[in-house]
């Protein structure tokens, strides 16, 4: 997230709903540094806390949050139901991975976390 799309949200007053998934980290750099570099971090640990519903305010965008021990049924509902743009900020566990994703050095056919058929 840059703000560019929220400032374009806001312009245009556009009903996206934004689901922020924080980990509290750089989450794509750091899944790489523990998948590929034996868990040497470095630079992806966001120390001071980003209030990312103050940051959707400032845009005069609604901003709701999805604690970890959240049912986030009825604030999914909630924000469907506003028909205005939203920012969830969505509490995950620091170390969930996202895929899938491509190797150092693999090609495309070799992406990581992609089901076999069958397999969903």
Known sequence: MNCNELATIARYKLPIII??????????VRQWQTLFFDHHYSE?????????LALAGAFGIKGMKIRR??????????????GEAVVIDCEIPID?????????GASIE???GVAEPGEY
């Open 19 to 28: 689901l922020l998934m924080n980990n509290q980290t750089l989450g794509m």
């Open 44 to 52: 992806t640990t966001l120390d001071t806390p980003i209030d990312w």
């Open 69 to 82: 021990d959240d049912d986030p049924k009825p604030i999914l509902q909630a924000a469907l139901d506003l």
């Open 96 to 104: 969930d991975k996202v895929y899938p994703m491509v190797a150092p």
């Open 110 to 112: 070799e992406m990581l």
